[in-house]
């Protein structure tokens, strides 16, 4: 790492005599200082941010909670629980005897307590750890992008109400005007709602738990919002409505047409989300800790059948 950063300064040094503003900023970056982690191997632009890949090789061995880094039911509990409405402050968590009362919260009790244990283990704060290991989790599931991760969020001081999570009954206009009183647009919901790519029912239907959403629950994929505009789509009231709904449709569709799209647009309403009710100043950015995504190989067979039936609505 320092060779290639010297190797970057030297030959910015060379050319600074003939080039102008450009070389510059080349030496400026190319100098940006790096530190040296003093518990792992790895180097980081802010000290700060080295607790993080402690962190990260505990989650992702092979008996850590993503279990050698498997996109499973740990990876898509810590993810659905980034979907809560307590901002991003992480007060499932501080006041998890009050809030894992809540329905919404129904089958979070393990993962709130995982994360409790690593973010006392790491002195990190409950909003940073739940962040941290939902950018992971999206991360280990192949297709799925590489989110944004800024730490240095405070501990929350008061426990989240009841009844400010959407739940899956609710319909577009009760489900919209939370999204909007939280500061969400439709277009984020929407792209938020690529989450339900990856994952399973357990208490919406309890007589056929383990149900996927879509037809490709390990993978972070389009099939998901194909599937919700099928007309056989059997889903949540939730996402069957919203699918269709004349504030949501476009995007959905939109979304459904493209992977790449579909990725960089959930990365960015993630970030947005976890900016939710916090003071951006006072974060420093630690998103290289993040590995790099794995990459989503085609279904064609899955991908074929699911036209067919988009074809038809
Ligand atoms: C309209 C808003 C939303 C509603 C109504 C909703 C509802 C639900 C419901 C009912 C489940 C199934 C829970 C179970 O049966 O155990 C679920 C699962 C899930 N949700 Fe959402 N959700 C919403 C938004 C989000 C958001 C914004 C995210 C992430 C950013 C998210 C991530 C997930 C994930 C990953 C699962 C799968 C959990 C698992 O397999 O254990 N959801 N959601």
Request: glycine content about 6%; hydrophobic content about 40%.
């Amino acid at each position: 790492m320092l060779n290639a950063s010297h190797s970057f300064f030297f030959s910015g040094i060379m050319k600074i005599s003939t080039l102008s503003t450009l070389t510059f900023v080349y030496i400026t970056s190319a100098t940006a200082k790096r530190v040296a982690c003093l518990n792992n191997s790895h180097t980081a632009s802010d000290a700060k941010c080295c607790v993080w890949y402690d962190i990260l090789n505990d989650i992702q061995a092979k008996n850590g909670l993503f279990d050698g880094g498997i996109c499973g039911d740990d990876a898509y509990d810590a993810l659905r629980r980034r979907s809560k409405g307590d901002g991003a402050d992480g007060s499932l968590i501080k006041y998890s005897d009050t809030e894992l009362g809540y329905d919404a919260n129904g089958g979070l009790d393990a993962i709130v307590m995982d994360e409790k244990a690593l973010a006392d283990k790491y002195g990190v704060s409950y909003g940073d750890i739940i962040q941290f290991t939902a950018a992971v989790s999206v991360r280990n599931c192949p297709g799925g992008p590489r989110i944004p991760f800024k730490a240095g969020r405070p501990n929350a001081t008061r426990a989240t109400p009841d009844h400010t999570v959407p739940e899956a009954f609710h319909s577009a206009d009760t489900i919209l005007k939370r999204v909007r009183d939280a500061g969400l647009t439709p277009n984020d919901l929407v792209e938020l709602l690529a989450s339900h790519s990856i994952g399973v029912q357990e208490r919406v239907d309890p007589d056929i738990p383990g149900t996927p959403f879509d037809l490709t629950p390990d993978v972070f994929d389009t099939n998901f919002y194909h599937d919700t505009l099928s007309p056989l789509a059997s889903t949540r009231k939730s996402d069957y409505a919203l699918a269709r709904d004349p504030r949501t449709t476009l995007h959905w569709r939109l979304l459904s047409a493209s992977q790449p799209l579909m990725a960089n647009r959930f990365a960015a309403a993630m970030d947005k989300m976890a900016l939710l009710g916090q003071n951006a100043k006072i974060l420093y950015d630690c998103s290289e800790v993040i590995p790099a995504v794995i990459s989503l190989k085609p279904d064609l067979k899955s991908r074929a059948k699911l036209d067919r039936s988009c074809h038809k609505f």
